[in-house]
């Protein structure tokens, strides 16, 4: 598991999404949905999450977690 | 933490059905990146490697201690290189490879060793315990009691190390309080004493009987006191040696030597020849006769009971003087 220092997190209905500077941490996400160097779209339990930003890439991706790295603009849900 | 990844890349339209299969598959990826418009590089702990057997990706290379550690099991003579070292690593902290013993008397040395020969202990055999180091110690200590002060008995690795002390080195030394005189006619060459009211100095001139260190001395208090002496007190001395032969058909030479090395075996006790001086060589009365001075550098200093110097020396010349 990757752990991100300067964490600051919110919690959407049992999943988690972490974002530290140029790393977004998203925690029991479901399924990779799109994958692009400034789309990254992720689907959760409840609703997609969709990152947007520039030179986006997944530095880990494991059973229940992902780590995207990149410069991230815009994050929406 | 994983250990060793292996790097793989791969070809495809759609990375996100691949990456939703690693999931499904619990399979983990690192470092996932689009090195050219539909091919990708990423990583995957080498433990995994099962996993993705059958994913056709294009394997690249391995990283990290576990792929080293792999390489080495994998290839057979470095398996058994590996597991022989091992072994001898294990083995050789089981037994005793060495026997040191640490101590100032060879005897004793010897001694210990036939000591730790009856508890069966030698080279190659296997390392004691605690409580048997204790027994060995224990059985040193009695056997040793009176010559031995201290005694450590430690295996450190594979070497059992016994250290000692000699109790002979710590004795007391016995204080002489009897003055020194001197033995025989000299000229005083040099003074070492250490304890003692020293009476000469270098360069005097000393008659035998001399008193040259005394027992005595003058407190400020003008009370007279009685102090141990120690020491050697050198001079040069004076000896004439002789030495004759028949006056047969022998080369002058030969006859030389011959006397020259008889007089110089009388004087193997002397402490240092300083300097060696033919007085005379000839035929007297039909006798090769050759007369040596020599100049010796020695101790004249003797003990004596009292300060009373003429009931003190006995001295002893060596040789046939005149």
New interface residues.
């Given amino acids: 598991m990757y752990i991100l220092k300067n964490i600051s997190y919110n919690v959407w209905g049992g999943s988690m999404l972490v974002i530290d500077k140029d790393q977004v941490n998203i925690r029991e996400y479901q399924e990779v949905l799109k994958l692009e160097s400034n789309t990254i779209m992720v689907k959760m339990e409840n609703h997609d999450i969709t990152i947007h930003g520039k030179d986006l890439h997944i530095i880990y991706l494991g059973v229940e977690e992902i780590v995207l790295k990149g410069i991230i603009q815009v994050v929406s849900l | 933490m994983t250990l060793g990844y292996d790097i793989y890349e791969l070809k495809t339209p759609d990375?996100?059905f691949f990456?939703?299969q690693?999931?499904k598959d619990?399979v983990?990826?690192?470092?996932?990146?689009?090195i050219s418009d539909d091919r990708y590089r990423f990583y995957i702990p080498i433990y995994q490697r099962n996993k993705v057997k059958n994913y056709h990706l294009e394997y690249i290379k391995s990283i990290g201690v576990l792929y080293y550690l792999l390489l080495l099991v994998n290839n057979k003579v470095s398996l058994i290189g590996c597991l022989a070292f091992f072994i001898a690593i294990y083995l050789s902290n089981q037994y005793i490879l060495d026997v040191r013993i640490l101590g100032n008397n060879k005897k004793t040395n010897q001694e210990v060793l036939e000591v730790l020969s009856e508890f069966d202990i030698d080279i190659g055999d296997k390392k004691r315990n605690y409580q048997q180091l204790n027994e060995i110690y224990d059985s040193l200590k009695d056997h040793f009691k009176q010559d031995i002060d201290y005694l450590n008995i430690y295996q450190s690795g594979s070497v059992l190390v016994i250290e000692y002390t000699n109790s002979v080195g710590a004795k007391e030394k016995t204080l002489s309080y009897q003055n020194l005189y001197a033995s025989k006619d000299g000229i005083i060459e040099r003074i070492d004493v250490s304890q003692g009211n020293i009476l000469v100095k270098v360069n005097d001139f000393v008659k035998k009987g001399d008193l040259l260190v005394e027992n005595m001395i003058l407190s400020t208090s003008d009370e007279v006191k009685i102090i141990p002496v120690e020491g050697h007190v050198y001079a040069y001395t004076y000896q004439t040696y002789t030495a004759k032969m028949k006056n047969s058909k022998v080369d002058k030479g030969d006859a030389f030597y011959q006397l020259l090395l008889q007089i110089r075996n009388k004087i193997d006790k002397i402490d240092k020849i300083d300097s060696e001086k033919v007085l005379d060589y000839g035929i007297i009365d039909k006798q090769i006769v050759l007369k040596m001075q020599y100049i010796f550098v020695e101790d004249i200093a003797v003990k004596g009971e009292t300060n009373d110097k003429n009931n003190q020396i006995d001295t002893k010349h060596d040789g046939t003087t005149e």
Avoid at chain 2, 28 to 34: E, F, H, P, S, T
């Fill in positions: 990375i996100v990456l939703n690693c999931k619990q983990d990826l690192y470092q996932i990146k689009k």
